[in-house]
């Protein structure tokens, strides 16, 4: 998959976890059954990658106070040729702050 990540205002990151094999019914994976498999500070430009086929789960922080808060995190309209447009907002800010838009690959 390709993927473009970009944040509007303040200091975000973003974490792709990929769900991790099981052996013998244990994960191992040491985040509930995901790996870690890419991380990006996201900035006003936006920045583009790409990540081998799979199951991910991505996860976006921002930075308040100095401390990391996850966000919420909101589907938007997709158009043709989108998997998946994803908004990150705080509770304080409804807004799309941040956002993760994937196509294939």
Request: glycine share 10%.
């Amino acid at each position: 998959m390709r993927y473009e990540v970009s944040s509007r205002v303040g200091t975000w990151q973003i974490f792709f976890m990929q769900l991790a094999s099981f052996n013998g019914g244990e994960s191992r994976g040491s985040h509930d059954g995901f790996t870690i498999v890419q991380s990006r500070e996201l900035t006003r430009t936006p920045q583009s990658g790409t990540l081998p086929s799979g199951q991910y789960f991505a996860v976006a922080l921002y930075q308040k106070g100095g401390v990391w808060i996850c966000a919420y995190g909101d589907e938007d309209d997709r158009k043709p040729g989108i998997i998946s447009n994803l908004c990150y907002s705080t509770a304080s800010n409804p807004d799309c702050l941040a956002s993760l838009l994937v196509k294939p690959q």
